[in-house]
């Protein structure tokens, strides 16, 4: 064994994350009732995609002589994770199921600057007490963002319906997440030398491989954040680091 | 004039030692120039391979064929002369790789799926790399 052996074995170098996005973040709080009752279910219910939703009713308003509902609750994006000058857009899912589908479920977000809601887009269920995803993406960022704390308010809605029964809504998921303008890579040092990364390697899930030039330098037991353009196609990825002493760490995701 | 020069030559008070004492650093200086440009002739061909560094970043199975992607992190470039797969030699693509640079050597090979290679890459100057690699299944 040499010198570079034993260095080699002293070397050990972490992926702990390679992301494309954010994780999703969910309401933390209750959903405040703009028109309409709350059923039943907790907001908890509505941060994780597993069947069990909390349930909202429509209420008569007069004018304008309809049955509506609105609800909205404020998400926060960790800025200081996800900053907004590494952001491309933001994602907005929601999981929901109604029991008629005569109305049109619409997505809206406080918009800070304007003081007002922004419609992002609407969904029709085509079948009722059936599970439907429903996923809008928007770019602006500066606007739906609260910069000073990361809050993002959604906003659910039925509109433009003259429907004649109650409606009842069901949220299973509500969530948010942060679409890069990249990817964001964090590595750690588990060992005990300085280790210098000189190489970055994606391999999607068709089998392409993208080779990338990296020259990072990480102190023992260091945690460094990585921001760059590498970007791949959806699906299964893998992604491994390469050090100079010829140590090769692996991630996979998708 | 004659008789001051034979002043100078026969005076024995003190020019000996002095003349002795160059003559011993001139040889001293000669003596170590020449230990020092030996050292340095015979140890040269182990410096350069301890200047050689390369390292694997990747080994991809490809039909017929593995590719093994190459990196120079020495400080000196390298020329890769032998391939062993399983300790057998292979045929390869010629491959040099300057300083910091790196590349797909391409070696020839009919590979079973989902079985374990030891895949060994040799230089010119002697050094290796080997390490074990699992194709796909």
């Known amino acids: 064994m040499n010198q570079l052996d034993w260095e080699r074995e002293k070397e050990h170098v972490n992926i702990l994350l390679a992301t494309r996005f954010s994780p999703w973040y969910v309401a933390q709080m209750e959903y405040t009732m703009e028109t309409g009752k709350y059923m039943g279910g907790y907001f908890v219910h509505t941060q994780i995609d597993d069947g069990t939703a909390e349930q909202f009713i429509e209420s008569y308003k007069d004018p304008p002589g309809k049955y509506l509902l609105g609800i909205y609750n404020d998400i926060t994006i960790d800025l200081s994770s996800f900053p907004l000058s590494y952001a491309k857009s933001i994602e907005i899912q929601l999981k929901y199921s109604v029991n008629s589908t005569e109305d049109y479920w619409h997505l809206n977000a406080w918009n800070w600057k304007a003081n007002k809601w922004s419609d992002l887009g609407s969904s029709k269920p085509a079948a009722a007490w059936t599970w439907l995803y429903f996923t809008v993406e928007t770019t602006d960022l500066k606007k739906l963002v609260n910069e000073i704390d990361g809050r993002v308010r959604i906003k659910i809605t039925d509109r433009d319906s003259p429907d004649a029964t109650l409606t009842v809504l069901n949220v299973d998921f509500l969530a948010v997440r942060v679409t890069l303008n990249g990817s964001c890579f964090k590595f750690k040092n588990n060992g005990s030398l300085t280790a210098h990364l000189v190489a970055l390697w994606v391999i999607d899930s068709g089998g392409n491989r993208g080779r990338y030039e990296v020259s990072l330098f990480i102190n023992p037991g260091e945690t460094i954040t990585y921001w760059t353009s590498i970007t791949w196609p959806s699906g299964s990825y893998v992604v491994k680091v390469v050090t100079e002493r010829g140590n090769v760490s692996i991630y996979s995701g998708s | ?137």
């Open chain 2, 1 to 137: 004039m004659m008789m001051e020069m034979r002043k100078i030559l026969w005076n024995r008070r003190g020019i000996s030692p002095v003349l002795s004492s160059l003559l011993l650093t001139v040889v001293a200086v000669a003596a170590m120039s020449i230990a020092i440009t030996a050292t340095y002739v015979i140890t040269g061909n182990l410096r350069e391979n301890m200047s050689e560094r390369f390292i694997v970043e990747d080994v991809w199975f490809k039909t017929g064929e593995i590719a093994v992607y190459l990196h120079n992190t020495g400080r000196i470039p390298i020329k890769i002369v032998a391939v062993y797969v399983n300790y057998t030699a292979q045929s390869f693509t010629p491959l040099e790789l300057g300083l910091s640079s790196h590349g797909w050597l391409s070696v020839a090979y009919s590979w079973d799926p989902n079985r374990v290679y030891h895949i060994n890459v040799v230089t010119s100057r002697g050094s290796q790399v080997a390490d074990y690699y699992k194709s796909p299944s």
